[in-house]
């Protein structure tokens, strides 16, 4: 079946650091990626989103890009700010307008000033 | 937008108490799904409903759990009896089912502890 598989944290980076959170996939058919978020306190948010191969989703200065040879879909960003401290969740709905999302476990990421 | 809203935001009850959840969905969105968060487990899909008729419940831990979505601006999630390991965060989702597009929104929660 479809499963996500996310790297495992807490990741803890200095603000201004490069980000990168592994996620990787295993799916029939043409699933749509996600990448989602949840600050302290709050429901998940939708942080950025590819619905095809090749695509790039970006969002904040976050990107994800949906490579379908290495079933990835990991999340960049490029200098981390202090106000982006939350957990990260990877998620993949299957292709069509059924069905749910299938989220990974989720990587809390910290940064420190 | 006012967004999914759920309530309460946090209760505290009894074990052996009845305990009812409650979420009211983006206007419009007619798929709402019920999701658990524990440390342990992380997130979990206990029900969804398509057109407030539940399409996968094989989520739902046990006979104790129980979701009714009378119509489409409103569900509840019903815990009877409640138990300690029933403590977590459940979160409500709505979506709006339209081709490729699965624009989930959350609501803030609710955390349930069981003492």
């Known amino acids: 079946g479809n499963s996500v598989t996310q790297m495992e944290g807490p990741v803890t980076l200095s603000e201004e650091a490069f980000l990168t959170i592994n996620c990787t996939y295993t799916a029939t058919g043409y699933p749509s990626l996600f990448w989602y978020v949840q600050y302290p306190g709050e429901g998940l948010q939708l942080l950025l989103k590819?619905?095809?191969?090749?695509d790039k989703g970006s969002n904040k200065g976050f990107e994800a890009t949906y490579r379908k040879e290495t079933t990835s879909f990991h999340l960049e960003k490029g200098s981390v700010q202090v106000s982006d401290s939350a957990v990260y969740f990877c998620a993949l709905g299957p292709g069509g307008s059924q069905g749910n999302l299938i989220f990974g476990k989720g990587t809390k990421l910290s940064v420190k000033p | 937008d006012a967004g999914v809203i759920q309530s309460p935001r946090h209760e505290v009850t009894e074990m052996g108490q009845e305990v009812t959840l409650r979420c009211k969905p983006i206007?419009?969105?007619?798929?709402l799904f019920w999701y658990r968060q524990t440390m342990m487990r992380g997130l979990e899909l206990l029900i969804y409903f398509n057109n407030n008729v539940p399409i996968d419940d094989s989520g739902m831990p046990e006979d104790r759990f129980s979701a009714k979505m009378p119509n489409a601006s409103f569900s509840t999630l019903k815990i009877q009896p409640s138990e300690p390991r029933d403590s977590a965060v459940y979160f409500c989702?709505?979506?709006?089912?339209?081709?490729?597009?699965?624009?989930?929104?959350f609501g803030s929660g609710t955390r349930l502890t069981v003492v």
């Open positions: 989702a709505s979506r709006r089912r339209t081709g490729g597009e699965y624009g989930y929104t």
């Open positions: 206007s419009g969105h007619n798929s």
């Open positions: 590819a619905t095809k191969a090749d």
